[in-house]
């Protein structure tokens, strides 16, 4: 039996048996992360009763990784004065992020229960472009003047630090503009009478209110950095974005691209939070689309049945082929797909990346056709249909590889997500190309 399970059977035993003190004890010693999963466990009234039991500071950090439902839930079961004391605790970039999920009678409960200077900021944030910077930073960091000594700014961490998100980097100003930033460590390490101008970073890694969240992400992946500071049109610093606003950034678009590839519409909601209705209506739009283009193929074969009727063989090495080259080509885009996301690949690379991809095609195609055109010799004993794979296979390869690494990088420079050119749809391409191909050579080899 694993922790959890222990510590559920814990808590489910004392709440039976009303042991609130063991309750409160044993809850206590808790992460909030561990908390947040364990109360989905429990009924809402349970829920509640739990929550209560939490310590002030505990029971803030245990309400910011609740999903949107629980915390829901919870918030109409508050008094004002819990709620009150909830917001209190909890950043300006969450309380953005949960309102931008509750419904309006809740929000504007919300909005009630936040102080002035809160209700300003959030507001500030909210009308910020949707998916940009401005609605993924927070406006509680810790900013220094460069004329301060070292002692002077540790000195002002400590007395506004305890209210601020992070407090490792300190960001310089003058006049609201950002002029340096400074790491915890260096303050450290460096001397009492050390001025903040002598020690602070000047070469600056900043992003516009209005960038797109995305590239804000890969910012923090291609600087390793923890923070990032967030600059009006004029430079001035409105706020920073933390590095666990930008990891969820990063999951979502990985959710949402690898729903895109599995050809279906993204969904912000869990597999079991989405409804049925709505899980066909995500999938059904590509899938009509996949299903009209295989029609095409099936015209295509029709446009052939006087060979396949002369050689009904040829049939049986259709799935080989079509096969082949889906996964060649989902090899392909799949490559691109991430190089292009990484910004490993530029949409001006297309030339650099279809020699290389045709490079690849001609010696994978070649071991590929000299395996089945073997095969075909010694189980068939026919060498004009040897030939006839042999060459519908190198020249299958070739294309699917050229077609899965040009469409993701097509999409990229007409602003389409390269991901909506993945598996389904380039192996939907691919085996109408493949299937045109085959029937193609084989009439030329068979005279048919």
Same mark, same amino acid.
């Given at each position: 039996?694993?922790?959890?399970?222990?510590?559920?059977?814990? +808590?489910?035993?004392?709440?039976?048996?009303?042991?609130?003190?063991?309750?409160?004890?044993? #809850?206590?010693?808790?992460?909030?992360?561990?908390?947040?999963?364990?109360?989905?466990?429990?009924?809402?009234?349970?829920?509640?009763?739990?929550?209560?039991?939490?310590?002030?500071?505990?029971?803030?950090?245990?309400?910011?990784? /609740?999903?949107?439902?629980?915390?829901?839930? #919870?918030?109409?079961? &508050?008094?004002?004065?819990?709620? %009150?004391?909830? #917001?209190?605790?909890?950043?300006?970039?969450?309380?953005?992020? /949960?309102?931008?999920?509750?419904?309006?009678?809740?929000?504007?409960?919300? #909005? %009630? !229960?936040?102080?002035?200077?809160?209700?300003?900021?959030?507001?500030?944030?909210?009308?910020?472009?949707?998916?940009?910077?401005?609605?993924?930073?927070?406006?509680?960091?810790?900013?220094?003047?460069?004329?301060?000594?070292?002692?002077?700014?540790?000195? %002002?961490?400590?007395?506004?630090?305890?209210?601020?998100?992070?407090?490792?980097?300190?960001?310089?100003?003058?006049? %609201?503009?950002?002029?340096?930033?400074?790491?915890?460590?260096?303050?450290?390490? =460096?001397?009492?009478?050390?001025?903040?101008?002598?020690?602070?970073?000047?070469?600056? *890694?900043?992003?516009?209110?209005?960038?797109?969240?995305?590239?804000?992400?890969?910012?923090?992946?291609?600087?390793?950095?923890?923070?990032?500071?967030?600059?009006?049109?004029?430079?001035?610093?409105?706020?920073?974005?933390? $590095?666990?606003?930008?990891?969820? +950034?990063?999951?979502?678009? !990985?959710?949402?691209?690898?729903?895109?590839?599995?050809?279906?519409?993204?969904?912000?909601?869990?597999?079991?939070?989405?409804?049925? &209705?709505?899980?066909?209506?995500?999938?059904? &739009?590509? @899938?009509?689309?996949?299903?009209?283009?295989?029609?095409?193929?099936?015209?295509?074969?029709?446009? &052939?049945?006087?060979?396949?009727?002369?050689?009904?063989?040829?049939?049986?090495?259709?799935?080989?082929?079509?096969?082949?080259?889906?996964?060649?080509?989902?090899?392909?885009?799949?490559? /691109?797909?991430?190089? @292009? =996301?990484?910004?490993?690949?530029?949409?001006?690379?297309?030339?650099?990346?279809?020699?290389?991809? $045709?490079?690849?095609?001609? +010696?994978?195609?070649?071991?590929?056709?000299? *395996?089945?055109?073997?095969?075909?010799?010694?189980?068939?004993?026919?060498?004009?249909?040897?030939? +006839?794979?042999?060459?519908? *296979?190198?020249?299958?390869?070739?294309?699917?590889?050229?077609?899965?690494?040009?469409?993701?990088?097509?999409?990229?420079?007409?602003?389409?997500?390269?991901?909506? /050119?993945?598996?389904?749809?380039?192996?939907?391409?691919?085996?109408?190309?493949?299937?045109?191909?085959?029937?193609?050579?084989?009439?030329?080899?068979?005279? *048919?």
């Amino acid at each position: 039996m694993d922790e959890k399970t222990l510590l559920y059977d814990l +808590v489910s035993e004392y709440l039976s048996q009303k042991k609130f003190s063991k309750l409160r004890e044993t #809850l206590a010693n808790e992460n909030p992360a561990d908390l947040a999963v364990l109360f989905t466990e429990f009924e809402e009234k349970d829920v509640l009763l739990l929550y209560r039991l939490l310590p002030k500071e505990l029971a803030a950090d245990t309400f910011s990784y /609740m999903d949107s439902d629980m915390q829901e839930n #919870l918030i109409n079961g &508050f008094s004002d004065k819990e709620l %009150r004391e909830v #917001l209190d605790q909890t950043f300006i970039d969450d309380t953005v992020d /949960m309102i931008e999920e509750m419904p309006a009678n809740v929000v504007s409960r919300i #909005l %009630r !229960n936040c102080d002035a200077q809160s209700r300003n900021a959030i507001n500030q944030i909210l009308k910020y472009p949707e998916d940009s910077a401005g609605t993924l930073m927070t406006i509680e960091y810790v900013n220094l003047s460069k004329n301060l000594t070292v002692k002077e700014a540790i000195s %002002r961490i400590r007395k506004v630090g305890p209210n601020k998100e992070t407090i490792y980097t300190c960001y310089v100003t003058e006049a %609201r503009k950002l002029i340096g930033i400074v790491s915890v460590k260096d303050l450290l390490t =460096a001397a009492d009478d050390t001025h903040i101008s002598d020690i602070m970073e000047t070469n600056l *890694i900043f992003v516009d209110t209005s960038e797109d969240k995305e590239v804000v992400a890969h910012q923090f992946q291609k600087y390793d950095i923890l923070a990032l500071p967030v600059v009006d049109a004029e430079e001035r610093l409105v706020g920073i974005i933390t $590095f666990d606003d930008a990891m969820d +950034v990063i999951q979502e678009e !990985n959710t949402e691209d690898i729903s895109i590839m599995a050809a279906m519409t993204p969904s912000d909601d869990s597999y079991f939070k989405t409804s049925v &209705f709505a899980q066909v209506k995500n999938r059904i &739009f590509w @899938l009509i689309i996949l299903m009209l283009s295989n029609a095409i193929t099936g015209a295509i074969i029709n446009r &052939f049945d006087t060979v396949i009727s002369a050689l009904p063989i040829l049939v049986s090495f259709m799935p080989m082929l079509t096969g082949t080259g889906g996964n060649c080509g989902s090899q392909s885009s799949a490559l /691109m797909i991430r190089g @292009l =996301a990484l910004g490993e690949i530029k949409s001006k690379d297309f030339l650099k990346v279809m020699w290389k991809e $045709f490079r690849i095609a001609i +010696v994978v195609s070649a071991i590929l056709a000299i *395996i089945n055109g073997a095969r075909i010799l010694i189980f068939y004993h026919d060498p004009t249909l040897a030939i +006839v794979l042999t060459l519908s *296979i190198i020249a299958t390869v070739v294309l699917s590889k050229l077609i899965g690494c040009l469409l993701p990088i097509i999409a990229k420079a007409i602003h389409l997500d390269p991901a909506v /050119m993945a598996g389904p749809l380039i192996s939907t391409i691919v085996d109408i190309c493949t299937t045109l191909l085959y029937y193609t050579i084989a009439v030329q080899f068979f005279k *048919i």
